[in-house]
C-alpha cells in the first residue's frame, strides 16, 4: 500500500470506530440535563475536539505504518487503546456508570501514556502528536469525576 493509503486507513479507522460510538451513545446522550462541573465545555465542543484526536490518533499511527516502525507492541497499545476509548462512552452514557467509567478513563490515560512512549521511542512526531490526546483524557476524568460527584 502506497503512503496515502496507509494514512487515510489509519485515519479513517479511528475516526470510524469514534463516529460508530457516538451513533451507539447519541440516543443515551444525557450531558446538557447533568450538573455540570466548574470548566464544563458545551455539549458542541467534543464532537470537534474528538475528531481533531481520532485523526491525529490515525496520523501518529500513519507514520509509522509509513516508515514500517510498527510492531506487534505498537499494533497492540493502539488498537487496546482505541477499545478503552470506545468503551468509556458506552460505560458512561449507555450504562450510567459513572463511577466505573471514572476508573476505565484512568485505565485509558494509562493506556495513551503507554502509546505515546512506545510511538515516541519509534518516532518522536508519532509520540508527541499523542500528547493533546493525553491532555484531554486528563481533562475529561476531571470531568467523569465531577459529574459522577455533583449527580450522585
Same mark, same amino acid.
Do not use: C
Given at each position: 500500500?502506497?503512503? =496515502?493509503?496507509?494514512? =487515510?486507513?489509519?485515519?479513517?479507522?479511528? @475516526?470510524? @470506530?469514534?463516529?460508530?460510538?457516538?451513533?451507539?451513545?447519541? +440516543?443515551?446522550?444525557?450531558?446538557?440535563?447533568?450538573?455540570?462541573?466548574?470548566?464544563?465545555?458545551?455539549?458542541?465542543?467534543?464532537?470537534?475536539?474528538?475528531?481533531?484526536?481520532?485523526?491525529?490518533?490515525?496520523?501518529?499511527?500513519?507514520?509509522?505504518?509509513?516508515?514500517? /516502525?510498527?510492531?506487534?507492541?505498537?499494533?497492540?497499545?493502539?488498537? &487496546? +487503546?482505541?477499545?478503552?476509548?470506545? /468503551?468509556?462512552?458506552?460505560?458512561?452514557?449507555?450504562?450510567?456508570?459513572?463511577?466505573?467509567?471514572?476508573?476505565?478513563?484512568?485505565?485509558?490515560?494509562?493506556?495513551?501514556?503507554?502509546?505515546?512512549?512506545?510511538?515516541?521511542?519509534?518516532?518522536?512526531?508519532?509520540?508527541? /502528536? +499523542? @500528547?493533546?490526546?493525553?491532555? &484531554?483524557?486528563?481533562?475529561?476524568?476531571? /470531568?467523569?469525576?465531577?459529574?459522577?460527584?455533583?449527580?450522585?
Amino acid at each position: 500500500m502506497n503512503k =496515502i493509503g496507509i494514512y =487515510i486507513k489509519s485515519i479513517l479507522i479511528p @475516526v470510524i @470506530v469514534g463516529g460508530v460510538v457516538g451513533l451507539i451513545v447519541s +440516543q443515551f446522550m444525557d450531558y446538557n440535563s447533568l450538573q455540570k462541573p466548574f470548566l464544563a465545555p458545551p455539549s458542541i465542543v467534543f464532537p470537534i475536539v474528538w475528531t481533531i484526536l481520532y485523526i491525529t490518533m490515525g496520523i501518529s499511527y500513519g507514520i509509522l505504518k509509513s516508515k514500517n /516502525l510498527t510492531d506487534k507492541e505498537i499494533y497492540w497499545v493502539y488498537y &487496546w +487503546q482505541l477499545a478503552i476509548n470506545a /468503551l468509556w462512552s458506552i460505560f458512561f452514557f449507555v450504562f450510567k456508570w459513572r463511577f466505573f467509567a471514572f476508573i476505565w478513563i484512568i485505565l485509558l490515560a494509562i493506556a495513551v501514556i503507554m502509546m505515546i512512549v512506545k510511538f515516541y521511542s519509534k518516532d518522536k512526531i508519532a509520540g508527541l /502528536l +499523542q @500528547v493533546p490526546y493525553l491532555l &484531554w483524557v486528563v481533562f475529561a476524568s476531571y /470531568l467523569n469525576l465531577a459529574f459522577y460527584i455533583l449527580n450522585r
